[in-house]
């Protein structure tokens, strides 16, 4: 982790918890949005293929992910701590995108997690709500890794360009994650 900066930490987020949230997610389909990319929002398929709803944390049904992310950053802090002591202050966003990948789709454009309009993301988190059995992985194109979709496990990784990635997909299998941002205070 040290060398990559990219952290796991492996069910955080009970299995009860990750099929309600994927039930809530079906059980939803008037949230729906497509996936949007960038600052301009725009949908455009041939790079990225999701359905999504927002999610607010401050809502406080999603108590459990807000614990699972909490639990997480804790031990991101224990190997960095200055992340405390050295930069502005920070806040996790409760805004985040709950998303569900059919088979065979996935986000194909390479990017990471800054943009203009998101400057102020210092931090990105992602939470796998269902294991994947072929395919799946979020490839780190500079740090050369794929990782693995298991249930209930959480990443977080810096926001920059130095941690761009993208998806990889998974043939025969839906994929859900929840993700989300660390951003400075305004």
Not at 6 to 29: A, G, M, R, T, W
Not at 78 to 106: G, I, N, S
């Amino acid at each position: 982790m040290k060398n990559n900066f990219i952290h796991y930490q492996p069910k955080v987020l009970s299995s009860k918890d990750c099929k309600k949230i994927i039930k809530f997610f079906e059980d939803n389909p008037s949230l729906y949005i497509k996936g949007r990319l960038g600052e301009d929002g725009k949908v455009d398929r041939t790079k990225l293929e999701s359905t999504e709803i927002t999610l607010n944390l401050s809502e406080g049904q999603w108590i459990n992910i807000k614990k699972a992310l909490a639990k997480t950053l804790k031990e991101y802090k224990k190997v960095f701590p200055l992340l405390d002591t050295h930069l502005d202050p920070w806040h996790l966003q409760p805004r985040c995108q709950l998303m569900k990948y059919e088979p065979a789709k996935t986000y194909w454009r390479i990017h990471c997690e800054r943009a203009p309009a998101y400057s102020q993301r210092l931090l990105a988190w992602m939470i796998h709500l269902n294991t994947i059995q072929k395919g799946g992985k979020t490839v780190f194109v500079h740090q050369k890794i794929k990782v693995k979709p298991k249930e209930g496990g959480v990443y977080i990784w810096p926001a920059d360009w130095t941690h761009m990635h993208h998806g990889e997909i998974a043939p025969t299998e839906f994929k859900y994650i929840i993700t989300g941002w660390y951003d400075y205070n305004s």
